[in-house]
């Protein structure tokens, strides 16, 4: 699949991991050790925080800083999450499935929905009625 390919449908996780791993192949190139992407992995955490926080936090960006942006953050946190899984044969596709179904299953009940008012205000609608 090419990058054209990947604009013209939606990206699987899957396909991208297929396309870092072409792309590190064509080049020759193999994943770095586990504990230095997760080094890197955290280096890329630290510049999606500080965008976060220049946007957000108490922190505004400096004036001599350029602006970044954080979708492409997060996309280098995506990247860096692909190489580590991709050095370690996992399908993300497959693990993200999966964990979205044991969230679905373990909090079914624990947030509110639409349909179905916060438990604590529940408690609080049953303690003035009694």
């Given at each position: ?39 890197r ?62 969230y679905r ?26």
């Amino acid at each position: 699949m090419t990058s054209t390919q990947s604009r013209e449908q939606d990206l699987t996780l899957r396909d991208a991991q297929a396309l870092v791993d072409t792309w590190m192949a064509d080049r020759g190139w193999e994943y770095w050790h586990p504990l230095s992407q997760l080094a890197r992995l955290t280096e890329e955490m630290g510049e999606l925080a500080r965008v976060v926080n220049h946007l957000y936090g108490e922190k505004p960006k400096k004036s001599t800083e350029t602006l970044q942006d954080l979708g492409l953050e997060m996309a280098d946190v995506v990247y860096t999450l692909i190489c580590l899984a991709n050095s370690q044969g996992i399908d993300m596709q497959s693990s993200l499935e999966e964990v979205l179904e044991k969230y679905r299953h373990r909090d079914a009940d624990r947030y509110p929905t639409a349909d179905r008012k916060p438990p604590a205000l529940l408690l609080g609608d049953q303690e003035t009625e009694a």
